[in-house]
């Protein structure tokens, strides 16, 4: 399982973005991360933490979804 | 029918001397060098080599951490320089809808070389099983050229030439034949390299062309012409031109840095490594030829040499061949003593730095020594140590001559004083 904290350092160090400070609804595009930066984070969250991440969860679109990503990854049974 | 004339309207250089274009002009003129010892951070064992990095480029800066994460740096840097060139052209960054005949012609000679290297780090050392999603369109020869033309919504062309050290010259060379022929008014042309990875550095140790040096001789470890040369340094760095249709760059009141007059290319079919002088002035000819110009048209060659003992003094015994009586007139310098050999970035380097030098009447300096020019190099008048100013500059050519034989040379013309 995921351990929460240090995966939102880790958003911070990859995409420069405090996901802590940041308003849910900002859409990440706005923040510089495309899709394909997305695509990239998803795989490295889950090489470095050890995580699966669904293949069906659609690709988190605003900060909000993330968070909510990253929180679901941390509930869930190892 | 008259012939159209192709004009440079926009430069743009990240460079180890500065991570502009005006700031790698005023090092070079300043007689700067961009070489310091480097050492890769995650080498498996400890190697260091005089090399010019890009040390004031700040991806994350110009791309934001996100994006920049999908780029490799043989991309980063070469985006950096294309758009600076875009935007010292004067033109919008956003793409508009007339750009569907624009292209982009880029070089590069390893391409993702970084991306590779650490997709075989995971794989073979790491013995990870999954590979990044982005490693393949990262590390793909063309990734640069497409993300230009994306930005800059480039409909038409977008080509890569990857023709080792001659890759940025070819690329602006073709680019030039797009705007001459008509078939695009616009092109964005350069090359860009990363190659101060951990395995392409050992390579280039393991075929002894390298200069040695430590953390106090780095700084001259590359000495072209210069007695006691003992090699070439390899560097990093993207450089770009935008070339422009001249009726239209005029029409629309575009600064004319110079023009792109002609493009020469040969292969010397005899050694992958040995290069040969009768095979670069075959490609001087054809520059001169291509351009309709004559050997008392030039005052300045940027020369290719690297710093190698062989192939510097190959380059003289060329331009000295096609020059003849010119030759001892004939101001030549090698930029790479101040920067290194960006590989196939080069050509671009090369290009950018005498379409500036045009601009400003002045001839950038091989650094180094007058006293210490090699004899066997001599028949052309060195300029060494010092930019040489108040000198007639009417027309300079570049030199790029690649490994396997492939050169490429560029005739460039000083915009004409206004009248």
Redesign the interface.
Known sequence: MLDAAPAYRFVQERLGVDLKTADAATELSSLGVDSLSMLELVFEIEEKFGVKVDEDTPPPKRCGELVALIEQLAAAKP | MTARRVAVTGVGMVSPLGATAPAAFDALLAARSGIGLYAPADAPKPVSVPAGVCAEFDA?AV?????A??LDRYSQLGIAAGLEAWRDAGLAPEAATDRETWGVAWGTGVGGAQVFERGYRDLYVAG?E?L???TV?QAMNNACASHLAIQLGLGGSCTTYSVACASAAISIGEAFRRVRSGAAPVMLAGGSEAPLAYGVIRAWLALQVLAPGDAASAARACRPFQLGRAGLVLAEGGGALVLEDWARAEQRGARIYAELAGYGESCDHGNLVRPSSEGQARALRAALADAAMTPQDFDYVSAHATGTREGDSIEVAALTAVFGARAAGLAVSATKSAHGHALGAAGALAAAFTVLGLHHGVVPPTLGEAADLDPECAGVAHVTGAPRRGAALRAALTNAFAFGGSNAVLAFRARAAPD
């Open positions: 994350a791309f934001g951490r996100a994006k994460g999908t990870r999954r990044p999603p982005l369109v």
